[in-house]
């Protein structure tokens, strides 16, 4: 026996994560076992609306994997009483303006981050959905991430005794343009359209430290625009205005000291693109997407630098891959069941508004970190809603 379907309104399917991770490796792959697993056993399907300004290209997307509604005009979906959730992947720029739509419509509110591209507006997307009494949840999808998931793992065991230190290094090249097509869409590098690495990720870095080793307190940040020209993808060459790169300082609770490098213009040299080191009293954890290796205390070698002689000790040997004891299922697609459920059975979700929202005043203190040259305290406006 089942739950009648519930109807998700996807808006933005056309980008690259909204199609890849949200769309089909998500959505599509609940729909196709049967819907949302809820508590009591049973499954609750799912039905897919699509909504986007270029037609023939959700159109191609629709027929593709056997989508049924789409429409052009958001209003239009928005009025459908069939679809109670409203999921946005639109630019940043764009998002305010469709979730207020989505909140008035009384529609239940996923959303990718950031969820605004400043502190107000997140503010007053936050006391709207909280005074129209919808459920809301924004991406945190790299806290479900196999690597991280492991790291949270060596955490709640005591692994490292007190946690001194994060280090986090992210980020790779991408191409400018003009020699091979860039693998990010050229708004990302425009400030007028949303862009920057900054916004862009340290929503993530937010719930991440949050979530796995206590609050940001604050925050001391540096952001550069390396490659100051791009060709977008119709060939045309323009200036880039947004940061491609950003390095900060962070302080956290019990005195962990947190340090992060995001980069579009680095060449990977580690095992993976996100590689977050964690430094205790007991023990080290090197967390990647996918992959974690640990070295105890028991074991950690004694270097000794020598400016005259090579060292022939191969370091990276003496860490230890923590191993895949459990399946890992795709970060984005369990976000979006836990969220569902939720939704289903009208439970507070963890990952709400408000969070999103913090993520976005850790993203705005590092830009006035930038402008200042000074390190800004970080003031939480609230907590999440029940």
Request: glycine share 8%; aromatic share 8%; charged share 25%.
């Amino acid at each position: 026996m089942t739950h009648m379907p519930v109807g998700i309104i996807v808006n933005g399917a056309t980008g690259r994560m909204g199609y890849r991770q949200h769309l089909v490796r998500s959505l599509l792959a609940i729909r196709h076992e049967g819907g949302v697993p809820l508590s009591d056993g049973r499954r609750q399907q799912i039905a897919i609306m699509l909504v986007g300004r270029s037609e023939p290209a959700f159109r191609e997307i629709a027929e593709r994997h056997d989508i049924e509604t789409r429409t052009t005009d958001l209003d239009l979906a928005l009025a459908d009483d069939r679809f109670s959730i409203y999921f946005d992947a639109l630019t940043t720029s764009a998002r305010g303006v469709a979730i207020e739509k989505a909140i008035e419509a009384r529609k239940h509110i996923y959303s990718e981050k950031p969820l605004a591209g400043s502190r107000a507006a997140a503010e007053r997307l936050v006391h709207a959905a909280h005074a129209a009494r919808v459920k809301t949840g924004v991406v945190h999808d790299k806290l479900y991430l196999s690597g991280i998931r492991k790291l949270e793992r060596l955490l709640k065991s005591g692994f490292f005794g007190d946690v001194l230190s994060v280090r986090c290094e992210f980020g790779y090249w991408v191409f400018e343009g003009d020699l091979q097509p860039a693998q990010r869409p050229s708004w990302n590098y425009q400030a007028d359209r949303g862009g920057g690495i900054t916004l862009d990720m340290f929503p993530h870095w937010s719930y991440l430290l949050e979530n796995l080793f206590g609050s940001v307190l604050s925050v001391y940040a540096h952001r550069a625009t390396h490659i100051a020209e791009r060709v977008d993808e119709a060939g045309f060459t323009y200036a880039a205005t947004a940061d491609d790169a950003s390095s900060a300082l962070l302080e956290l609770e019990h005195g962990v000291i947190a340090q992060i490098n995001s980069s579009w213009a680095v060449r990977v040299n580690r095992r993976e693109l996100i590689e977050l080191q964690v430094d205790g009293t007991h023990g080290s954890a090197v967390a990647g997407l996918f992959h974690t290796s640990v070295q105890p205390r028991e074991v950690t070698p004694r270097p000794a630098w020598n400016p005259d002689l090579g060292d022939p000790h191969t370091y990276a040997s003496d860490w230890i891959d923590v191993p895949d004891n459990e399946a890992f299922e795709n970060g984005f697609r369990l976000q979006w069941e836990e969220f569902l459920q939720d939704v289903a059975e009208d439970a507070p979700y963890r990952h709400d508004f408000a969070s999103g929202l913090g993520a976005v005043e850790l993203a705005e203190a590092a830009v006035d970190s930038c402008v200042t040259g000074q390190k800004v305290e970080i003031t939480r406006t609230m907590e999440s809603h029940p």
